[in-house]
């Protein structure tokens, strides 16, 4: 089992920051890939970026390129994601995810599952 928990969601002002932690405990070894996904009250999840267990590979969903970042220390066995320039559409739960695909942006290609991080931004 992998045992993930974000933090670092809030309530921010459209143009400012924010970054989100995931703490992965467990059998990390077993995980390759590393996700973040949001989801928005009445839509369907989404895909916002991703990263390899090394951190040399990362993608990005187009919504958000340019604005996010994905990154990792696995010394810390910890995934970040820094929001820059956020938007009132950036609004959701935040969901980091792992599993075994890299660079999926499938949520059916993720076994595990942190509880969320609520995200609100405001115009």
């Known amino acids: 089992q992998v045992h993930l928990v974000e933090s670092g969601g809030g309530l921010v002002q459209a143009g400012n920051s924010l970054r989100l932690s995931c703490a992965a405990s467990?059998?990390?070894?077993?995980?390759?890939?590393m996700a973040w996904f949001r989801q928005a009250p009445g839509k369907e999840r989404e895909f916002v970026a991703a990263?390899?267990?090394?951190?040399?590979?990362?993608y990005h969903a187009d919504s958000v390129k340019g604005r996010f970042t994905i990154s990792r220390v696995n010394a810390l066995n910890t995934v970040f994601l820094q929001m820059n320039s956020l938007k009132p559409e950036d609004t959701a739960g935040y969901y980091c995810?792992?599993?075994?695909?890299?660079?999926?942006?499938?949520?059916?290609?993720?076994?595990?599952w942190g509880q969320g991080t609520q995200v609100t931004v405001s115009s």
């Open positions: 995810a792992a599993g075994s695909k890299i660079g999926s942006s499938r949520y059916e290609d993720y076994g595990y």
């Open positions: 467990g059998r990390t070894f077993s995980v390759r890939a």
């Open positions: 990263i390899s267990g090394s951190g040399r590979l990362r």
